[in-house]
């Protein structure tokens, strides 16, 4: 049962030009969704997060928007660069489940020169 | 200076060892993590512990054991290791449980591969 799903298992996109990654969920007591970053062989990389009570953050060239009717999210990145080719995992905790977070299946970004 | 340090890297072993994998923070955080990382790449939480208790323990079978002998470490332990167990296991902290928009400080993963 897959609460946080990532339908696109890739993307490709030109450096320069937005990168759009989106992720739904099922569970509507999630009460906060993370991004983290993941390159080959390490560790994923917190990126940004967004409260439910939010609708969009900020955070440089990243922007995370929240749509809580369609229980949809997306990672905006603008513009894109070569270093951001990687995988992005999509991720929402439920505070009154333990404080369990819960990861999707990642998006590979390949951020084309 | 590696904030969360998983020991070893790799780990090429036969079914039915016993092993261990080892996890230190230095961030001061008071909640680890152990997550799995299965061939599908999901990552599934196993274990947290908040300040060396356990808060979290999914539908993971009693041969893995996880040990916090101070909030700064959390070691898994895995029994008559089988071949299912074969994936990336990463160590994570956080600052606290309800700390969750701040993220999660993972180590670089131990690939388990059991033959």
């Known amino acids: 049962d897959q609460q946080v799903k990532q339908n696109s298992p890739s993307l490709s996109v030109q450096e320069g030009r937005i990168s759009i990654l989106n992720c739904d969920y099922t569970?509507?007591?999630?009460?906060?969704f993370l991004w983290y970053k993941k390159y080959p062989a390490e560790g994923p990389t917190f990126l940004i997060s967004i409260s439910s009570i939010k609708d969009k953050n900020e955070d440089g060239r990243f922007t995370v928007f929240l749509n809580k009717s369609a229980k949809h999210l997306s990672l905006h990145i603008v513009p894109s660069q070569p270093g951001d080719s990687a995988v992005y995992f999509c991720?929402?905790?439920?505070?009154?489940?333990?404080?369990?977070?819960?990861f999707g299946a990642g998006t590979r970004l390949f951020v084309k020169a | 200076d590696t904030a969360v340090s998983q020991t070893p890297k790799y780990l090429v072993t036969q079914m039915g060892n016993d092993k261990s994998i080892k996890c230190e923070q230095n961030?001061?955080?008071?909640?680890m993590y152990w997550y799995k990382q299965d061939s599908k790449k999901f990552l599934k939480i196993m274990f947290s512990y908040n300040n060396k208790e356990l808060i979290i323990n999914e539908t993971v079978p009693n041969r893995f054991s996880p040990k916090s002998p101070d909030k700064a470490h959390l070691n898994l332990h895995i029994n008559s290791l089988e071949l299912g167990d074969s994936a990336v296991y990463f160590c994570?902290?956080?600052?606290?449980?309800?700390?969750?928009?701040?993220?999660?400080?993972f180590g670089s993963g131990t690939r388990l591969t059991v033959v």
């Open positions: 991720a929402a905790t439920d505070n009154t489940g333990g404080f369990k977070t819960i």
């Open positions: 569970n509507s007591m999630f009460d906060y």
């Open positions: 961030l001061g955080h008071d909640t």
């Open positions: 994570a902290s956080s600052l606290g449980q309800g700390a969750v928009n701040y993220g999660y400080t």
